[in-house]
Nanobody, 121 residues
């Protein structure tokens, strides 16, 4: 079983940038598809981005394409989400998730506690 801890959230002005990190313990991240989801106030949970085991394949939600980048460092057991050109509608709790299945069939069994991102206008 893998444990996930997110960090890097905070308050930023619109147009700014933040980088979120997700550190894993318990198992090596190398064997997991990793993803970021978010849930804004009064909204349903939304898929943000996912990255394959090796980092060679990634996917993004339509609302973040071209602005966010997911990456991973398996040696550090850490996944990152670089968020640029932030908008107030990006305000949400961001969650890291992991799944041992390939990115095409991942269902995300493991979740972190989340980190708050607030974008002011």
């Amino acid at each position: 079983q893998v444990q996930l801890v997110e960090s890097g959230g905070g308050l930023v002005q619109a147009g700014g940038s933040l980088r979120l990190s997700c550190a894993a313990s318990g198992r090596t991240l190398r064997a997991y598809t990793m993803a970021w989801f978010r849930q804004g106030p009064g909204k349903e949970r939304e898929f943000v981005a996912a990255i394959s085991w090796t980092g060679s394949n990634s996917r993004y939600g339509d609302s973040v394409k071209g602005r966010f980048t997911i990456s991973r460092d398996n040696a550090k057991n850490t996944v990152y989400l670089q968020m640029n050109s932030l908008k107030p509608e990006d305000t949400a709790v961001y969650y890291c998730a992991a799944d041992p299945r390939p990115i095409e069939t991942a269902f995300y069994d493991y979740w972190g506690q989340g980190t708050q991102v607030t974008v002011s206008s």
